[in-house]
């Protein structure tokens, strides 16, 4: 059974930090890419970041780069978004997903979802 689990969401003051990470498991994980997602109330769901389980490499959106940071421990299967400099519009569900896919993050490419978990950055 396929599973992607996120976790390290909460409350953060605006200028803050937070870690999330995405347990996966049940599929080749070094054949695919993790990204990140985000989606706030009454908007459409935004790709963040991914990254490449095979060799590391990463993608970011323009609303994140340089505050953003993803990696990967491969020993356990688990990706990790660390947020800093959080601004309140940094607000949303994110969630992580698993696609054969290289440098994109473009949701239609992802096969396997996460739940979310919710990230509130408070003013």
């Known amino acids: 059974e396929v599973q992607l689990v ?16 995405c347990a996966a498991s049940g599929f080749a994980y070094d054949d695919y890419a993790i990204g990140w997602f985000r ?18 490499s990463t993608y970011y959106a323009d609303s994140v780069k340089g505050r953003f ?3 990967s421990d491969n020993a356990k299967n688990t990706v990790y978004l660390q ?4 601004k309140p519009e940094d607000t949303a569900v994110y969630s992580c997903a698993a696609g054969k896919v290289y440098r994109t993050i473009n949701a239609r490419s992802y096969e396997y979802w996460g739940q979310g978990t919710q990230v509130t950055v408070s003013s």
């Open 6 to 21: 996120e976790s390290g969401g909460g409350l953060v003051q605006a200028g803050g930090s937070l870690r999330l990470s």
């Open 39 to 56: 989606q706030a109330p009454g908007k459409e769901r935004e790709g963040v970041s991914c990254i490449s389980a095979s060799d590391g």
């Open 69 to 71: 940071t993803t990696s």
């Open 83 to 86: 947020m800093n400099s959080l």
